[in-house]
């Protein structure tokens, strides 16, 4: 009647462990991951250092140091709270540390992201040596799907389903590790001060995308499904408390599971445990990143197929079944 299933990212050896698909598919298990590129980080403000005056005094510590050495020490720091920590001491810190936050902002959201990677979703019930077309040359060879699951880490998942390019679940997540780190008495609402100072970094995320405008990318493939063919008004209502909106992440879940067994916990009677994704590279992406490389229109870009149609059949049969709706007999 059903497998446990866990979807794994083969580069980043990262795993989020699913109930059974009948039993988690309603949540969008990948909709609080990001599958899309981290966006480009904007420098925070400069501000222009008050003028210089001779001092009796010498300057101990790091105070003393020449700036080459003190963007030398911020060039050492990897966790992006850690820049604006020391770059709030002093104003001279805060200019020498502008780079330095974008590019340590830049390095942990790209380790959030699953945009590019190779990923699949197992069942429990696959057999050793039954491996999807994408994997059955490589470093996978003979390698066990199932057991990924006990070796690689959990993967990162954000606290609400991810709207969007994800931009504004990387802001909120900003303001929590700031929270997290200056203000560790959770009990007490954030104070204004610290709260104000946050949305300078807040703001170095830019605008977001609106969800009609994106596209998923099958970068193995080149083919790419639009948001708007999705069947996003087939469930008329929410009949689980832990129910989802039906996004793109949806299609990418329906296309990578791959299983011997057959059992998926639902009365769909296609092949969704051989998701001829599996095992491939995806993103999602605004549309106009397609755009450049080819016209799109109706039609499809230039080197790129669209599957949209095909995708959006498949997700409709999935979900009728899942939600127990009776489609029309054209639909089927």
Same mark, same amino acid.
């Given at each position: 009647?059903?497998?446990? *299933?866990? +979807?794994?990212?083969?580069? $980043?050896?990262?795993?989020?462990?699913?109930?059974?698909?009948?039993?988690?598919?309603?949540?969008?298990?990948?909709?609080?991951?990001?599958?899309?590129?981290?966006?480009?980080?904007?420098?925070?403000?400069?501000?222009?250092?008050?003028?210089?005056?001779?001092?009796?005094?010498?300057?101990?510590? +790091?105070?003393?140091?020449?700036?080459?050495?003190?963007?030398?020490?911020?060039?050492?720091?990897?966790?992006?709270?850690?820049?604006?920590?020391?770059?709030?001491?002093?104003? @001279?810190?805060?200019?020498?540390? @502008?780079?330095?936050? @974008?590019?340590?902002?830049?390095?942990?959201?790209? %380790?959030?992201?699953?945009?590019?990677?190779?990923?699949?979703?197992?069942?429990?019930?696959?057999?050793?040596?039954?491996?999807?077309?994408?994997?059955?040359?490589?470093?996978?060879?003979?390698?066990?799907?199932?057991?990924?699951?006990?070796?690689?880490?959990?993967?990162?998942?954000?606290?609400?389903?991810?709207?969007?390019?994800?931009?504004?679940?990387?802001?909120? &997540?900003?303001?929590?590790?700031?929270? $997290?780190?200056?203000?560790?008495?959770?009990?007490?609402?954030?104070?204004?001060?610290?709260?104000?100072?946050?949305?300078?970094?807040?703001?170095?995320?830019?605008?977001?995308?609106?969800?009609?405008?994106?596209?998923?990318?099958?970068? %193995? $493939?080149?083919?790419?499904? @639009?948001?708007?063919?999705?069947?996003?008004?087939?469930?008329?209502?929410?009949?689980?408390?832990?129910?989802?909106?039906?996004?793109?992440?949806?299609?990418?879940?329906?296309?990578?599971?791959?299983?011997?067994?057959?059992?998926?916990?639902? %009365?769909?009677?296609?092949?969704?445990?051989?998701?001829? *994704?599996?095992?491939?590279?995806?993103?999602?992406?605004? +549309?106009?990143?397609?755009?450049?490389?080819?016209?799109?229109?109706?039609?499809?870009?230039?080197? *790129?197929?669209?599957?949209? &149609?095909?995708?959006?059949?498949?997700?409709?049969?999935?979900?009728?079944?899942?939600?127990?709706?009776?489609?029309?007999? %054209?639909?089927?």
């Amino acid at each position: 009647m059903g497998q446990f *299933w866990c +979807i794994v990212n083969l580069d $980043k050896c990262q795993v989020e462990s699913l109930a059974k698909m009948g039993e988690t598919f309603h949540e969008g298990p990948l909709a609080r991951i990001m599958l899309s590129p981290p966006p480009p980080i904007k420098l925070v403000p400069y501000f222009k250092p008050p003028p210089s005056s001779p001092s009796p005094f010498k300057a101990r510590g +790091i105070h003393g140091f020449p700036n080459e050495m003190v963007d030398e020490i911020f060039g050492h720091l990897d966790d992006y709270v850690d820049c604006i920590r020391l770059a709030l001491t002093g104003r @001279r810190y805060w200019n020498l540390a @502008r780079p330095h936050i @974008r590019r340590a902002m830049t390095a942990h959201f790209a %380790s959030l992201s699953w945009a590019g990677d190779r990923l699949i979703c197992v069942g429990d019930g696959n057999d050793v040596d039954d491996l999807p077309p994408a994997l059955k040359t490589g470093e996978f060879t003979g390698v066990d799907l199932t057991s990924l699951q006990e070796e690689y880490k959990r993967a990162y998942k954000f606290f609400r389903p991810i709207e969007g390019l994800g931009r504004n679940a990387l802001r909120l &997540k900003i303001m929590g590790d700031l929270e $997290k780190d200056m203000y560790k008495n959770r009990r007490k609402p954030l104070p204004y001060e610290l709260s104000s100072s946050a949305d300078i970094f807040m703001d170095c995320i830019p605008e977001d995308v609106g969800d009609d405008l994106l596209v998923l990318r099958n970068l %193995s $493939k080149h083919e790419f499904v @639009r948001y708007s063919e999705l069947p996003l008004d087939l469930v008329p209502v929410r009949q689980y408390l832990s129910q989802a909106d039906v996004d793109l992440t949806w299609a990418a879940l329906a296309r990578i599971c791959w299983s011997t067994d057959s059992g998926i916990a639902m %009365s769909y009677d296609g092949d969704m445990h051989r998701g001829i *994704w599996a095992g491939d590279r995806l993103d999602i992406v605004p +549309i106009e990143e397609l755009q450049e490389a080819g016209k799109v229109g109706e039609g499809e870009a230039a080197g *790129w197929k669209d599957v949209s &149609k095909a995708v959006a059949r498949e997700l409709t049969l999935i979900l009728a079944s899942l939600f127990d709706i009776t489609l029309p007999s %054209s639909s089927d």
